[in-house]
């Protein structure tokens, strides 16, 4: 069985890539250096992402694929499953052995299941842009804790940054545990080693919270209760509409 | 900003709660320097109350103090409510601090009826005026045009809002007169033919000067409350196809009867708002609106009303066996989207991947085509299964409508004997 071994970066993906073509070694599994191996690893290669490579690959990728099939690749890359590389390197060689782009053949189970979690990676970005709440602090920096199923904000770090661009800014991905801050200027990814906020529903602690923020808190929550149409209530579709394991980090679910 | 705002809000949210649309698409606005929000091309949901419908602007009356008396409304002038009014400076700190903190995706302001339509209708543009210039808002904005308001204002509203609307609330004009005495349907039809009229001068003005002013960028929507009033589905349907053929008209909603005023004799007593009938109401606007059925077919051969048990696709389908089978290998896109269980994804990704050679159940499967339903109106590239043309339109019927069964393999224990 040949394995792969990656450091999970995009960059180190795409050298596995490269590697494979150039050994001409097709993986049975692409798998990141943290990860237990399974059973009977016989040939393992470890693969140090190498940027010329990368860049390598890329770029014919760009001569096979549309630039909405190339940027579709990134994204699905940021999906949270082990099956991802594997799936994605098989839809890639075939796109690059096809003589024609292979992109819009979804009777191709690869092609289909890429696009399937094109849509999957897409929607969870989509539910960190709806379900971001910001908390004002007392130095005016509006922070927002996210706990997405996939690594999605970069993804959505565009949007906040669009919309909120008068604005000091931190959204924090507490399940990898990193985040970017928006300072008026640029955005930068930040990590801290301790978070000052309650952990179960990411309150930020009350003598942080600038003067007004729990009255807005307060205001919001009376709002989205009164808007409630009693005879009408159903809550699998609310459920449905808004997944319970956003509800932690909700201000109006608290 | 205090406990009172707080009562207010409270108070005004319950009275704005009934209007259904709340769309924020339809409109592009990127952020400028120094501005605050953005309109993204397509809506953000921010939030879904407990009924599951989504909040996505703010939702709230200026005032639900109003002159006037509909037997359909909470806030008719007979109603005991507590009754209040927000001012100008509360309503946009609201709506700017509910926006910084992603809460909303902008607001939707509407207002009952103070001294007349166009005292009511100043007070509105001040508030969204000062929301656009003082605080360069770019979120989105959609108000409610008031019925009787001057063309004037109507104009000036439409330069800060991405979109006006003016609802109908009952289809003919006989039962809005009998429920609202004080309105006509003049009343309505005037202020949107004022919007639309905007909308067409805007459109000629910015061939000629590109950065001209934007009018209603995201059009106009109108809502009809449904089970009030003894309209058929045909008719309502009728008056939305003519709604939509107007370009600036981008959503008709339908808003199932809530008996919020139970004493009224000239309203049904219902027990629960009809929410099916409004669903299909929906599923039809939907097939009107992406799969080129027209009004007339959806309620064709003598069908006054949808069909409550099977959605209106389904139905047409049921009566329409000679239609049937469709090779999903063959057919034009048009004629796939009338397969019940195909929808207008499916029916893309078909059109796109059988360039690429025949499909077959398996892959329509794997596509998203909900088989229980199209298998028996589609041939594909496999051994056709029995279809609507072998086992007849009131036989499917019944075997699509029947209820799950227990699992035939588990034996039942009879107590009785």
């Known amino acids: 069985m040949n394995i792969f071994l990656y450091d999970a970066s995009f960059e180190g993906f795409l050298t596995v890539v490269f590697e494979s073509y150039r050994l001409k070694i097709v993986p049975d599994t692409i798998v990141e250096e943290a990860e237990v191996l399974p059973l009977f690893s016989d040939n393992v290669l470890h693969i140090s992402a190498d940027e010329q490579k990368a860049q390598r690959v890329w ?69 960190v842009r709806q379900f971001v709440r910001f908390q004002k602090t007392e130095d005016d920096i509006f922070f927002a804790p996210v706990a997405p199923l996939h690594n999605v904000l970069p993804l959505a770090v565009e949007h906040f940054a669009d919309r909120f661009s008068d604005q000091k800014w931190l959204v924090y991905d507490t399940r990898r545990k990193y985040g970017f801050f928006y300072d008026l200027q640029t955005t930068v990814e930040v990590t801290f080693d301790h978070l000052q906020i309650n952990p179960r529903i990411g309150k930020i602690n009350p003598d942080m919270m600038a003067e007004d923020e729990s009255l807005f808190q307060q205001m919001w929550k009376a709002y989205f209760k009164s808007m409630t149409i009693k005879e009408r209530i159903n809550p699998k579709l609310h459920r449905q509409n808004m997944p319970r394991r956003f509800w932690r980090y909700l201000t109006e679910k608290h | 900003m205090n406990e009172a705002t707080l009562q207010k809000l409270k108070t005004l949210a319950e009275s704005a709660k009934y209007d259904v649309s709340c769309a924020s698409s339809g409109t592009t606005r990127a952020n400028k320097t120094g501005g605050i929000g953005s309109a993204a091309g397509l809506g953000i949901c921010h939030s879904f109350t407990e009924d599951g419908r989504c909040i996505s602007l703010f939702k709230i009356m200026l005032t639900n103090h109003c002159i006037y008396d509909c037997a359909y409304c909470v806030n008719r002038r007979s109603n005991d409510i507590p009754r209040t009014t927000l001012t100008v400076d509360e309503l946009v700190t609201l709506t700017i601090e509910f926006y910084r903190r992603n809460y909303i995706e902008g607001l939707f302001l509407s207002s009952g009826v103070i001294r007349n339509p166009d005292y009511t209708m100043e007070q509105m543009v001040k508030v969204i005026k000062e929301l656009r210039t003082v605080h360069r808002f770019n979120g989105y904005i ?60 805007n459109k000629d003005e910015r061939k000629k000067f590109r950065h001209a002013p ?44 809530i008996p919020v005023n139970r004493s009224d004799e000239r309203l049904p007593a219902l027990v629960t708002p009809p929410l099916v009938r409004e669903n299909r109401l929906y599923q039809a606007d939907w097939l009107m609106r992406f799969y080129y059925f027209t009004a007339s077919e959806i309620t064709d051969k003598g069908q006054n009303n949808l069909d409550l048990e099977i959605d209106p696709k389904l139905a047409w389908a049921l009566r329409h066996p000679e239609m049937f089978p469709v090779d999903v290998n063959k057919a034009d896109y048009e004629m796939i989207l009338r397969v019940p269980g195909i929808g207008v994804k499916s029916a893309q990704m078909i059109i796109s991947s059988r360039r690429y050679g025949k499909l077959g159940f398996w892959q329509l499967k794997k596509i998203g085509v909900v088989l229980k339903r199209a298998q028996y109106f589609i041939t594909c590239s496999e051994l056709p299964a029995q279809t609507i043309q072998e086992i007849k339109p009131e036989n499917l019927r019944l075997q699509l409508t029947e209820k799950k069964k227990s699992n035939p393999n588990q034996l039942t224990l009879n107590f009785s004997a």
Not at chain 1, 93 to 118: C, H, M, Q
Not at chain 2, 178 to 195: F, G, R, T
Not at chain 2, 216 to 227: F, R
Not at chain 2, 228 to 251: C, G, H, V
């Open chain 1, 59 to 127: 770029k014919g990728l760009k001569k096979k694929l549309s630039p909405a099939a190339c940027s579709m690749i990134s994204v699905v890359f940021l999906a949270d499953d082990p099956s991802i590389p594997m799936l994605l390197f098989r839809y890639i060689r075939k796109a690059i052995d096809a003589p024609k782009s292979i992109e819009t053949n979804f009777g191709d189970s690869d092609v289909l299941e890429a696009a399937k979690w094109y849509k999957k990676v897409g929607r969870e970005a989509e539910r």
């Open chain 2, 142 to 201: 959609h108000a409610k045009s008031i019925p009787g308001a001057s063309q004037e204002l109507v104009r000036e509203a439409g330069l800060y809002a991405d979109r006006l609307s003016v609802n109908i609330e009952i289809p003919t004009e006989q039962n809005l007169k009998l429920l609202a005495p004080e309105k006509d349907h003049q009343s309505v039809y005037l202020p949107m033919s004022y919007i639309h009229q905007g909308m067409l001068e």
């Open chain 2, 214 to 257: 934007r009018f209603v960028p995201a059009g106009q929507s109108t809502q009809m409350i449904i089970g009030a009033t003894p309209e058929t589905d045909q008719q309502i349907l009728t008056l939305s196809s003519s709604l939509y053929q107007q370009p600036s008209m981008k959503r008709v909603y339908y808003s199932g009867y």
